[in-house]
């Protein structure tokens, strides 16, 4: 069975620091990871995703995210931090032989002036 | 522009009253699925559809019905809603079942159940 695990509720930092929002899965075979957020009343938006090739993706919003195998992680990333980055964020992972995407319980990301 | 639209945004019903939310998209996507969320819970796949006619339960299908007649269209029914169905659904489509596709999200709607 596939699992995502984002093991903060909530993630608080100071605009212009770095973020760190963390996300590890469990899947059996090579995994396809993606990363979507969330802004107050609307809908899920992609990120980014984890296909093959480079560990380390890029995304929207100068968000980036780092593929670790051995450590089955995923984490998001951002150099510096906007107070409009302020949201939900999802980590989603989706298996091969399966057709749904599997997403984590989210993390809430405050960007503090 | 495109986009996943979903209809009613709110909805406040009684327990048995049957009720339809609809979701259409304009991308000519074939797999279309709904998904609910629920705080600590994230989100869970109720139904899921590869194409047109073909259509799959998800992890929660319990209470809910979804039908593929048009490639455009994907909607939710709950024959007869009950509280514990209060909650924030989204449909989502993508461009095919394959692996490493991304989703598009609906902007959601909210349904009580009282």
């Known amino acids: 069975a596939q699992s995502v695990a984002q093991p903060e509720d909530q993630v608080n930092v100071a605009e212009g620091n770095p973020l760190t929002v963390k996300c590890t899965y469990s899947?059996?075979?090579?995994?396809?990871l993606f990363w979507y957020v969330q802004y107050p009343n609307r809908g899920l938006q992609f990120l980014l995703k984890y296909i093959t090739g480079d560990n380390l993706v890029k995304g929207s919003y100068g968000f980036e995210a780092e593929f670790n195998k051995s450590q089955t992680s995923f984490h998001l990333k951002k150099p510096s931090a906007l107070v409009s980055d302020s949201a939900l964020y999802f980590c989603?992972?989706?298996?091969?032989?399966?057709?749904?995407?599997?997403f984590g319980t989210g993390t809430r990301l405050l960007v503090s002036p | 522009e495109a986009q996943v639209t979903q209809n009613p945004r709110y909805l406040i019903t009684v327990t048995g009253k049957k009720l339809t939310v609809t979701c259409s998209q304009n991308?000519?996507?074939?797999?279309m699925s709904w998904y609910r969320q629920d705080p600590g819970l994230g989100l869970r796949q109720i139904y899921y559809?590869?194409?047109?006619?073909?259509?799959d339960k998800g992890d929660v299908p319990e209470g809910y019905k979804v039908s593929r007649k048009e490639k455009r269209n994907f909607p939710l029914i709950l024959e007869s809603p009950s509280p514990n169905q209060t909650s924030l659904y989204f449909c989502a489509s993508s461009l095919s079942w394959g692996l490493n596709t991304e989703a598009f999200f609906g902007q959601g709607t909210r349904l009580t159940v009282v």
């Open positions: 991308m000519n996507h074939e797999y």
């Open positions: 989603a992972v989706r298996a091969p032989g399966f057709q749904k995407l599997v």
């Open positions: 899947v059996s075979g090579n995994p396809y």
């Open positions: 559809s590869m194409n047109v006619e073909v259509t």
